[in-house]
């Protein structure tokens, strides 16, 4: 019984399989012909099944031929005797005359035709390019509200062809109705997709044109809400320059911003605190909890910053610790009596719904620096700021690492919980805006020990397995395959606890993903070597600087120094560093204000302040080597 036997190798997102046939040579003969004979039945066939068409009848390719060399009434009426001959075509024929029409201008033809469309009839993408053009005579008839009805598609299922004219027709459907914000951020998206020219530089105008025309207050309100990553705060910062620069408006918010320059020194280096203005004062209240669920993270908060005090070289305050309690209530209180007994700088609370409580009331502050942040749209008064270590900007800073290695397409590998999909939100928002792209994303359990499934999935090994199964069954024989992840990618973000990390990198080792540049976060990181992390050798990830003993300031004690304190190693290490550098920042609130996007030198990164009157961190580097964490540039 002759069984014949293939070599294959099969990717997922190759175009073609390349396969080996090896056949006895008594027998090849005759399977050749046997094969011809087959393609040649095949394609009568398919000849005998292609409906006839008129000798003057035009074909699609005259159509769209005419199409793109500018005929556009020829064109249309190409598309319109296709139409004519063909019943199951006939709408997506008549969408295609609609959109010649169009392009001729004229919109009485291109009306008259979308009218005996039916929707229904349509393909998925044609449906879009309908609506499209529903919307754009809507607002021929003043009919806005028509229009963005129309156009209420999610963002992320918008053909990427036809972006640009759907972020058009909504900024112009929002101006119309004075949305004026709405209609900026379309016109910012938009402004993302083109490239340079006339085009660009006229959506450009309407944006400065559409800030302009913004109050003052609405201008630095929205500015002060608006993340410094986030594609429409240059638009903002520039209306900001200018209305400060036409006002005269020494001493203004705007006027501070627009003198500060901070997109500009968002990647200068980072200075030193002894080097800025810093203020004098005599008492600070800490106001941290002593029980409760935030007991423990106040505990390190607190030995961070009194470690952080006894190093302090210049003139001490006197601190003061005062409890508040479990309760916003409690911290409140705790916030009124420190302001009783004289306090004239205060660092907390801790939670975030205190801090919001604090922003949110007209209790008479002193300068604050919070350990926490508050949420949206609470800010913090002149004279404030808010402090925190959250897991999204480590996600921002490994999406701009990758940019900036030319590293554009990424998998996103994250646990099944809270944190995992703030970090993958986070991760993804700032790799598009930067045109970067997220080409897949699984979740896992971080209970379970086997990740093999959601990592077949995400690397498109299970698809390149189902292929082969097919073939098996196509061609009643065994294969022999070499497995290769997606060749699509560039890098893989992950987010993964140390333990974690130990059992998913053998995984993605032995699916060959690791083939790819890996970035993590600090969750990776358990604070301590250990020769059990030399699975983990090659990954890149965040870290506080001060736990990889990349610091050298002389106000920042060395953890050698600190090697009696528990809280000065191990998970509660970070937030540890996170009380020094709250202690250290305390007396330039309001150079650090004044100065946003200006970076200094922290332990637990490069610090500056954002117009939220958020601290922005951007941490440092470390790749695992011989199981052990090595600062990188």
């Not at 990717?11 to 008594?26: Q, R």
């Not at 008549?94 to 291109?110: C, F, H, K, S, V």
């Not at 990427?160 to 459907?173: G, K, T």
């Not at 601190?319 to 209530?329: H, M, N, Q, R």
């Amino acid at each position: 019984m002759f069984t014949p036997s293939y070599d294959a190798t099969l990717n997922p997102h190759d175009t073609a399989l390349t396969m080996t046939l090896k056949l006895p040579s008594s027998r090849a003969s005759a399977l050749l012909q046997t094969a011809l004979l087959l393609a040649t039945v095949l394609a009568l066939a398919a000849c005998q099944s292609t409906p006839s068409r008129r000798a003057d009848q035009p074909s699609e390719m005259d159509a769209q031929t005419l199409f793109l060399q500018g005929e556009f009434g020829a064109a249309a009426q190409a598309w319109l005797d296709l139409a004519r001959s063909s019943r199951s075509e006939r709408d997506r024929y008549r969408l295609r005359a609609a959109e010649a029409y169009r392009e001729e201008g004229d919109a009485a033809a291109m009306q008259g035709l979308v009218d005996n469309i039916d929707r229904a009839k349509l393909p998925r993408e044609d449906q879009f390019r309908l609506d499209l053009m529903q919307a754009e005579l809507a607002l021929t008839r003043n009919d806005a509200a028509g229009a963005l009805a129309l156009l209420a598609t999610p963002t992320g299922s918008v053909p990427e062809d036809r972006a640009p004219r759907y972020y058009e027709l909504r900024a112009r459907a929002h101006a119309s109705q004075n949305s004026v914000l709405d209609a900026i951020g379309d016109r910012v998206a938009l402004d993302t997709l083109l490239g340079e020219g006339s085009d660009k530089a006229a959506n450009a105008a309407e944006i400065r044109a559409l800030v302009a025309g913004l109050p003052e207050a609405d201008l630095r309100l929205r500015l002060r809400e608006a993340d410094r990553n986030d594609p429409l705060y240059p638009w903002l910062l520039a209306g900001a320059r200018a209305k400060a620069e036409a006002s005269g408006s020494g001493g203004s918010y705007a006027s501070d911003i627009a003198t500060s320059r901070p997109l500009e020194q968002s990647f200068t280096p980072a200075v030193v605190l002894h080097d800025i203005e810093r203020a004098t004062y005599g008492r600070v209240a800490l106001l941290l909890p002593s029980k409760g669920p935030l007991a423990a993270a106040a505990a390190a908060v607190r030995e961070g910053i009194f470690a952080a005090y006894f190093a302090d070289p210049n003139p001490r305050p006197a601190i003061k610790v005062y409890d508040v309690g479990s309760t916003v209530e409690e911290a409140m209180a705790a916030y009124q009596l420190a302001l009783d007994d004289g306090a004239e700088r205060v660092l907390g609370p801790i939670s975030r719904e205190a801090v919001t409580q604090l922003f949110q009331s007209d209790v008479q502050r002193v300068p604050t620096l919070t350990l926490n942040y508050a949420d949206a749209p609470a800010l913090p008064p002149p004279g404030s700021l808010q402090f925190a270590l959250l897991p999204e900007e480590e996600a921002v800073s490994a999406a701009d690492r990758l940019i900036r290695r030319g590293l554009r397409r990424a998998l996103v590998l994250v646990p099944r919980d809270e944190v995992g999909q703030r970090a993958a939100a986070a991760f993804g928002e700032r790799l598009r805006a930067q045109g970067g792209v997220v080409a897949g994303q699984a979740e896992y359990d971080p209970s379970a020990a086997d990740q093999t499934n959601e990592i077949r999935r995400l690397t498109g090994i299970e698809q390149s397995q189902a292929r082969v199964q097919f073939l098996r069954g196509l061609l009643g024989t065994e294969l022999r395959m070499d497995p290769t992840p997606r060749a699509d990618v560039d890098a893989i973000f992950l987010f993964a606890r140390n333990a974690q990390a130990r059992i998913l990198l053998p995984q993605l080792k032995s699916l060959e993903a690791t083939r790819f540049p890996i970035l993590a976060t600090s969750a990776i990181y358990g604070g301590s070597n250990s020769a059990a992390d030399v699975d983990l050798d090659g990954v890149e990830f965040c870290e506080v600087p001060w736990l990889l003993g990349a610091t050298d300031e002389a106000s920042i004690p060395t953890r050698a120094q600190l090697v009696a304190l528990k809280t000065a190693s191990g998970p509660a290490a970070r937030l540890f560093a996170f009380g020094i550098d709250a202690y250290r920042l305390l007396p330039h609130l309001e150079w650090l204000e004044r100065n946003p996007g200006r970076p200094v030198i922290g332990a637990t990164g490069a610090l500056s302040a954002d117009p939220n009157g958020r601290i922005r961190r951007e941490p440092g580097w470390a790749r695992y080597t011989g199981a052990s964490p090595r600062p990188v540039d």
